[in-house]
Structure formats: C-alpha cells, structure tokens
C-alpha cells in the first residue's frame, strides 16, 4: 500500500497545489504569478501538469477569467484545509487567549436562534474573553454552507443538511414544536393542550411563504381536524407578541417559545398531538478545525448548549 501512494505522488509537486489554490482565488494566469513571485510561463506551465495529473482541464479561459470546473472547484475545497495545516506546522501552533484577545467572531444563524442562543453565549464571553464582540448575520440554513465558503462566516448554527467533506457539523440540542399561549386570556391545566381547546381558540401563524396553512394543518388534516388561522407573518417574534391582546395560539419551536414565555410571561404547552424532534447543530469550514479561536468558541457553545443542559430547563423537548 505504501508503495502504491508513493508511485501516485510521484506524479504531482506539492507546489503545484498551491498554484491551484491561488488560480482559484484569483482566476488569473498573471495575478496568480504576481502572488507566487514567478513568471507567467512558469504558471502556465504548472496548470499543464495539474491538467495531466488529474486528467481533467480544471481551468478554462472565459472574457471573465479562468472559470474552475467542478473538479477544480472539489479539489480546492480537499487542498485548502492541508494548506492550513502546513502552514501551521511550518509556523508552530497558533494560540488563542481568550482574555487579552480583541478579536471580532462572525456566527450565521435565523432570528429565532440568535435571540434564543446568544445571550447566554454572550454572557460566556463577556466574562471570560471581554474584549472579543460578536456580530450575528442571517443565515437561514441553506444559505449556511455557501455564506462559510464564502467566508462571510465563520460557524453557523441551525436545522442543518448533513455536511459536505469540507465543513464539519456538531449536534448541540434537539427540539420540537410547542404551543405558546397567554395563561391570563386562555386556561390549560396540564403541560399539554387539549386538542378541543385547541381548536377552540383562533392561531397565528408564522409562514415564510407569506400562507395560511402550514405544517401543524398537515397533521391536523390527518387526524380530520381543522384550526382556524386568523393571521400569517414570517416573524415569530411578531405572533408571539400579539398573544398579549387577544386570546389565541401560536405554535413555535420550543427554543424560541422559551424566550418569548419568558420575555412577555406566556405560558408554554406541549401540543395534542405528535410532532418530529428536530436537531440544532453547528457548523464550520474544516479548513478550519485548527483554528484555535473558533475551536474556543464552538467549545464554549457546546458547553453551553448541551442537550442535558436544554433538557432540563423549564418547558424544555
């Protein structure tokens, strides 16, 4: 076996991989050799053997620059994290002290994460990494792996796909969908709704189609029943605060009916019927598993986040 691998790298110079990495980021024969401190020729040249060792074009000239085909595209995402890692070896170990550090960490997630996980997050780093500030962009969880590649963020967390080769992906709780309600307008004895109050009572639903029908109708339809939705948004938030003027229903993750029973007093109650677990988890670049900031914090978010921990608070799946 060990023979085989040495006869098949024999075929390549490790340089050539950063050539391909650098072509990849600049789609430019000349600004690559600028970058690498060598002449044209030499890159043209380099582009050749790659071409032959992978057998495939990997790069093809357009008025736009050298557009990378999908081969090109999947190796770039292979060779970058074996970059890093030599990199680092050639650099020593990176280091990461999270009380002196002033660093700015950039997290993809919806709204309905960011007000349920970061104030505990924050907490954690205000009082063991004061001078480190967080800025949360929107990711709904198909724009995550394109937003990490992209490099806008830096880890993400949400109802996620499993991870491509490159990224890589940790469970941090499950979840499930509750009903939220104002106990001074309607009364429910127990921790679960009865499906007649249920249904006796108008909802407000959160739709990001902007409809008046959603998941809950689908398993209401199957056990021939029917609520009547009075109101549509794309906000929880907006259908969460309503509860406080009239007597009605809202069906949220049970993360984010947490917050908002909390915030506004709103009582939290398990549905009359059943609904899927769902997990939260996160995810980040694995060219990036080595970076010893990122590794802190997804740590301390692991920690937080636990599935014991989300278990055992009150109204928890």
């Not at 110079?13 to 950063?18: A, G, K, R, T």
């Not at 401190?37 to 030499?42: D, E, S």
């Not at 090109?72 to 050639?90: D, I, K, N, Q, T």
């Not at 127990?190 to 959160?206: F, I, K, M, N, R």
């Amino acid at each position: 076996m060990i023979n085989i691998i040495e006869n098949d790298l024999r075929r390549i110079d490790l340089n050539l991989l950063l050539v391909l990495h650098v072509l990849l980021e600049e789609r430019n024969v000349t600004r690559t050799a600028e970058r690498l401190y060598l002449g044209q020729p030499a890159i043209s040249g380099a582009l050749a053997r790659l071409r032959a060792a992978f057998s495939d074009p990997l790069f093809v000239r357009t008025p736009k620059g050298m557009q990378p085909t999908p081969r090109a595209e999947a190796l770039g995402r292979r060779v970058e994290p074996f970059l890093r890692l030599l990199h680092a070896e050639l650099r020593g170990a990176p280091s990461f002290d999270p009380a002196a550090s002033q660093r700015v960490f950039h997290l993809g997630m919806s709204d309905a994460l960011e007000a349920a996980l970061m104030p505990a997050l924050l907490r954690h780093v205000r009082e063991h990494a004061p001078g480190v500030r967080i800025v949360a962009h929107q990711a709904d969880s198909d724009r995550v792996p394109a937003l990490l590649d992209a490099g806008e963020i830096e880890l993400a967390a949400g109802v996620l796909d499993p991870p491509a080769s490159w990224h890589r992906q940790r469970r941090l709780f499950d979840w499930h969908y509750v009903c939220l309600y104002d106990p001074a307008q309607i009364e429910v004895a127990g921790d679960s709704v009865p499906l007649e109050t249920y249904l006796a009572h108008p909802h407000l639903l959160t739709s990001f189609n902007a409809e008046l029908t959603g998941f809950i109708d689908e398993r209401l339809d199957a056990l021939g029943e029917k609520r009547r939705v009075v109101f549509s948004s794309r906000n929880f938030s907006t259908s969460a605060v309503m509860l406080k003027s009239m007597a009605a229903f809202t069906t949220l993750p049970s993360f984010y009916a947490r917050v908002w029973g909390e915030a506004l007093g709103l009582a939290v109650a398990q549905l009359p019927f059943e609904v899927p677990v769902s997990s939260v988890s996160m995810m980040w670049r694995a060219a990036d598993d080595l970076e010893p900031g990122l590794s802190w914090l997804a740590r301390a978010a692991s920690i937080i986040f636990s599935p014991s921990e989300i278990i055992s608070r009150p109204g928890g799946p």
